[in-house]
């Protein structure tokens, strides 16, 4: 895709400070409130549910042997505009799984990418997935794939598919999450589409899908002000964001293992 510059730059700029101006009223609101977005957003998403069961994931809970998670995907996983690691999505799930679950033994391995897409998870699963032999994927999938004016079709979703079945063959336990409901993923007009592929593909090979879109539009009708779960640029989540997703997964997953 080819953009003008001056004009690409110009527009951004004033979407950029327009959306740092409404961030910060909206911020400063709640925070006059003192909102407490995350658990709003937890309690508004109890009844969440991956759909499917996680018998490698169970098994090593039970048996508190070593529970290996790679955390797959792209910004959204490395956690872009977090300060710390322990902010990312992955780092607060596996606090919250370790809280639920006594003296469990999780490693979790970030192998986000900022900007990648399916194809690009894809290629880098050999090495930055199956290599470390996990008992469960967290594969998070679609947002670059649409936000940047990309056209989801039958053969990504056949990458999704063909993506999945490694994973499965390997052993493991497998969830995918979807796309965030952040105002730059609203405005494709194909976000719908993805997250019927998404959708789909969970429900065809039978393995957990985690809705992260469900889980932040629920939380916005609950009451929390979209800027405390998406940050100025309109598509990363904030740290208050990254907090209920990490824990909401965390907790599905300890539901479909006990």
Known sequence: MTFNGSLYHAVRLAY????????????SHAQALNVPAAETCLTANQDLSLRAGLPHTAARLKTKELLKIVAIGSSSTVGLWTLRSADTYPEVMRRELSRLTSN????VINSGRVGDTIPGNVARFERDVLSYKPDLVVWQLGTNDVAWGGHP??????????GVRVLKASGTDVILMDLQYAPMVLRSAYHSKMESIISEVAQ?????????FTLMRKAIDAGVTPSM??????LHNTVEGYDCIGRALARTISSNTH
């Open 16 to 27: 950029v400070a327009a959306a740092m101006l409404c961030s910060a009223a909206e911020s």
């Open 229 to 234: 779960l998406v940050s100025w640029d309109g």
């Open 104 to 107: 469990a033994k999780i490693l």
């Open 204 to 212: 065809q090979e039978r393995i957990g899908l985690f809705s992260r």
């Open 153 to 162: 079709d039958d053969q990504l979703k056949s990458t999704v598919v063909q």
